[in-house]
């Protein structure tokens, strides 16, 4: 976990929880998790955060997950099986294809904002995705490094980037429709954050545009093949 500087005890617990685990694993408790806590020590963001505990991360496979699992963690399988067979680096979960479920669904002013935002995403960087801000996501850790290497942006357009810096390094990414279900106490505001996520998606283009990324294609590459 990366605590982006929270003042709520949230660190706390999960060190006590960590503390917890190393004692079972210690005492040879059968399937014991490896919980692990990252600080920012201040607030930089989702992207910035998720950055950091990739780059620090262990292990074959990145599963990025919503705290609110507004997609159960059940639908694991159906993004990590693509990747782990080697059909893409990227499984993106995406509540804007046919065989999507959504139970729970947003206010419809917020989904008609998600829809425009989408279409601008599309029409400034050509991704071809549905959805690219459902929070889940499943990545072959090492084909995907560099990408989080390069990515710059610290807070909630951070999948954009990544999904551009996918296509520029020629990563296979797959959109995979799954169960969504809308939970309340989100802290994105809808028109606030919408405008910061839209002036990051341009600075995405002016660095791409003035090389600010490298030869990224060389060296994921490198990456995807080893």
């Known amino acids: 976990m990366v605590d982006d500087g929270s003042a709520d005890g949230t660190a706390a617990l999960v060190e006590a929880v960590g503390r917890a685990a190393a004692a079972d694993g210690a005492a040879g408790a059968a399937n014991t998790p490896l919980v692990r806590l990252l600080k ?7 992207g910035y955060s998720i950055k950091h505990g990739a780059l620090l991360s262990a292990g074959t496979f990145l599963l990025l997950s919503d705290a609110d699992f507004s997609t159960p963690i059940e639908w694991l399988p159906k993004l990590l ?26 206010p419809r002013w917020r989904e008609l904002m998600g829809r425009t935002f989408n279409r601008m995403v599309r029409a400034l960087t050509g991704l071809p995705f549905a959805d690219t801000q459902c929070g889940f996501k499943v990545m072959r850790r090492e084909a995907v490094l560099p990408l989080f290497r390069a990515a710059r ?39 606030r954050d ?6 990051d998606i341009l600075r995405i283009r002016r660095r791409d545009r003035r090389g600010g990324y490298g030869r990224l294609g060389d060296v994921a590459g490198a990456g995807e093949r080893g």
């Open 81 to 106: 099986e693509p990747v782990a067979a080697g059909a893409c680096a990227i499984a993106i979960g995406s509540r804007g294809l046919p065989g999507s479920q959504i139970p729970v669904r947003q």
């Open 194 to 199: 919408a405008w910061v996520m839209l002036e």
């Open 153 to 191: 942006i610290e807070r909630f357009a951070y999948d954009v980037e990544i999904l551009y810096l996918a296509r520029k390094a020629g990563l296979p990414v797959q959109e995979i429709p799954v169960l969504w279900r809308n939970a309340l106490g989100s802290k994105v505001h809808p028109v």
């Open 40 to 46: 920012n020590g201040v607030n930089r963001g989702k």
